[in-house]
């Protein structure tokens, strides 16, 4: 049975597993089998055309795919992504992967995430390492229309964790 359907919240595997199936970041990785140290990882666009990032790798651009939407039909675009990321580094909502995002994000007033139109967003980075890649640009988008309204403190015993309301973007 899962223990929750959205993906900020879930720690079990299970829930993981099929939340996967579901719920997509700006990029997707897939790494070959038996490579269980993750060393040869390969990570491809599956919401943006393109993607690149500063010579330092402490700046990162990502252009959004036209006509994206959520499984509800609603559009997704650069304000659902900036949404999500703040919603991630919210200290108060204390998710799971809190630390990893907060750690190195630009977190300064929002300052690590600006919108440039609704399909161009830049992220601002504090350190990078060989992982950021796969760690900062898979997170889930959340939709901010249908998730903005609810405090995240609230997500875990919201409808929208459950299996009658989850929406999803894949």
Known sequence: EFQHLNPFISTSWYDQYILGTTH???????TPTGDASYTKYQVYPFFVNWWNSSDDQMVWFFNL??????????VLNTTDVAFSYNAMLNPTAN??????YASQMNTTNQGGIIIHNG????????TWNPFSEIRLFTLP????????????????T???NTIRSPVGNG
């Open 95 to 100: 998710f799971p992967m809190y630390s990893t």
């Open 119 to 126: 399909t161009l967003i830049e992220f601002r980075l504090n």
């Open 24 to 30: 997509y970041g700006l990029l997707t990785t897939s």
């Open 65 to 74: 795919k036209q006509n994206l939407t959520f499984e509800d039909g609603s």
């Open 141 to 156: 988008i959340l939709s901010d229309e249908e998730m903005s309204n609810i405090p995240v403190e609230d997500w875990i």
């Open 158 to 160: 919201h409808e929208t």
